[in-house]
């Protein structure tokens, strides 16, 4: 008898001592499990990037509205050779540097610009709403994962309840066999029931370990050594209603609220394809420069100089005529004509011009409107393109909204079911782990075989199993119905 009860405690309080084992590596919460997905998982993140690449189109969008502002500068350089037309030479025998600048200021107005900042706002709030919609199937893949590991964690539990069951069992066919009780064949069936048991438990530790590499994946992080999963549901009797529960879900489903965002950009970018049918105006103004220079201005001067001392000879030939004519002498006019030095520093000065020293063009102001009246049917294409997108987001809209109410309703139903559920099992449990208690004690007496208890254990196994899968049942269905509905309910 002391055995059998020794039995009984194993098997009640197995799960307890689990639970309030110590750990030796991290422990990992459901709550914390969310957040580190929300951070880490490579899919998710992508609608991150998705809403950065619709926010950068929107500033695009809004920068058409605004000026455009060019500048640009240049310089040349041009080797001092003549060159020759028609028998005359051009240009300078001086090498020449040239540059020049202009900034000019450019702004476009048209509908078409106008709208294509709504369409991008609304695509940015399309990306928001995906980008919620990602985070709350992220959020219940993570949950359901969580269970999936907790589950399999229970069931390597009973495994090995049951695995110090049958190593009981087998201890006391040992003994019976001892004084006579027992026969051998009795003590093969409990050596082959142990090796089964330790089959099956080491079966549901790797079970337990490949749930956590699928929970970390989902996280998006490598799993870390000994990590311990620490959070606890409980089980109560659903207190929500399906009429609420539906309202809510029509209100702020992330998905149907992605979709709805997606509904309204695509009526932008029908009124969008149609601003083409609109005039556009476009300004322009812009201001230039340029400078000039000879490299060896020497010979500028010397031509200058030469141009001077021919003036004055000129002018003494004029003097020597109009003397001999008995007409006033102009000598002291021809003394005038001189090329000084200062004359010479004055051309070094307007020649250095290179590169900043620039003479400007006159100011440039620019109007232009146009009127777009046929492009081959074009605009007419575009516009029933965005027509027919709108119309399937509509479609897209509405057929959310049919599966919503499907999803709730149907999750809300397996939610009840799943609670009786589990009830129902915890009273088959019960009843299982009585009669494998009962049927140990009569193995114990020799009021019946070996056979009889691996039978009992058999459905005590099956029963608990049921129970447990019952337990995380109603927890992925809990999860489920938050998942339909879009937001946490407990």
């Not at 080797?79 to 005359?88: N, S, T």
């Not at 928001?128 to 969580?146: F, K, N, P």
């Not at 010397?302 to 003036?311: E, N």
């Amino acid at each position: 008898m002391r055995r059998l009860i020794c039995t009984l405690l194993v098997l009640a309080t197995a799960p307890a001592v689990q639970a309030q084992a110590p750990t030796t590596g991290p422990v990992l919460t459901l709550d914390e499990a969310i957040q580190l997905a929300v951070r880490n998982n490579p899919q998710f993140l992508q609608t991150g990037s998705s809403r950065t690449r619709a926010a950068a189109a929107l500033r695009s969008a809004q920068g058409q509205l605004l000026p455009t502002v060019r500048t640009s500068f240049g310089s040349s350089y041009r080797e001092g050779r003549q060159q020759f037309f028609a028998g005359q030479a051009f240009g300078s025998t001086s090498d020449v540097l040239s540059s020049s600048a202009d900034v000019g200021v450019d702004l476009a107005i048209s509908a078409a610009s106008w709208m294509a900042r709504k369409q991008q706002k609304a695509n940015l709030d399309a990306a928001e709403s995906d980008m919620t919609s990602a985070e709350a199937t992220l959020r219940s893949g993570v949950i359901t994962q969580y269970l999936n590991v907790l589950q399999a964690q229970a069931r390597a539990s009973l495994q090995d309840t049951l695995l110090r069951s049958t190593q009981a069992q087998l201890e006391l066919a040992r003994a019976r066999q001892q004084v006579g009780a027992a026969t051998t064949l009795d003590v093969r069936r409990a050596e082959v029931a142990v090796g089964q048991q330790q089959v099956a438990v080491l079966r549901e530790r790797n079970s337990v370990e490949v749930e956590k590499l699928r929970l970390f994946q989902q996280i998006g992080v490598e799993q870390p050594a000994g990590v311990t999963l620490a959070s606890t549901l409980t089980i109560a009797e659903p207190t929500v209603q399906l009429e609420s529960l539906l309202q809510q879900a029509r209100n702020g489903n992330p998905a149907l609220v992605s979709l709805r965002s997606r509904e309204r950009a695509s009526e932008v970018g029908v009124a969008s394809a149609r601003s083409a049918y609109f005039p556009s105006l476009a300004l322009s103004s812009g201001v230039s420069g340029f400078s000039q220079q000879l490299r060896n201005i020497d010979g500028s001067i010397d031509g200058a100089r030469a141009a001077a001392l021919s003036s004055q000879r000129s002018c003494l030939s004029q003097d020597s005529l109009r003397r001999g004519a008995g007409l006033p002498s102009i000598l002291q006019q021809c003394a005038a004509i001189v090329f000084t030095d200062a004359q010479a520093s004055a051309l070094r000065d307007a020649n250095a011009q290179f590169p900043f020293k620039m003479t400007r063009s006159p100011l440039q102001l620019s109007a232009q409107i146009s009127l777009p009246i046929f492009d081959g049917f074009t605009r007419e294409q575009r516009i029933q393109e965005a027509t027919a997108s709108r119309n399937d987001a509509r479609y897209r809209v509405r057929e959310q909204e049919l599966k919503l109410t499907a999803d709730v309703t149907s999750a809300y139903r397996n939610l009840v079911t799943a609670y009786q559920t589990v009830r129902l099992q915890e009273q088959n449990a019960v009843a299982a782990r009585e009669a494998l208690a009962l049927a140990q004690e009569r193995f114990r007496v020799g009021a019946n075989t070996f056979v009889d208890v691996t039978q009992a254990r058999s459905d005590y196994e099956r029963a608990e199993t049921e129970r447990i899968n019952a337990i995380y049942d109603f927890h992925k269905a809990f999860a489920a119905l938050e998942s339909a509905v879009g937001r946490p309910l407990r």
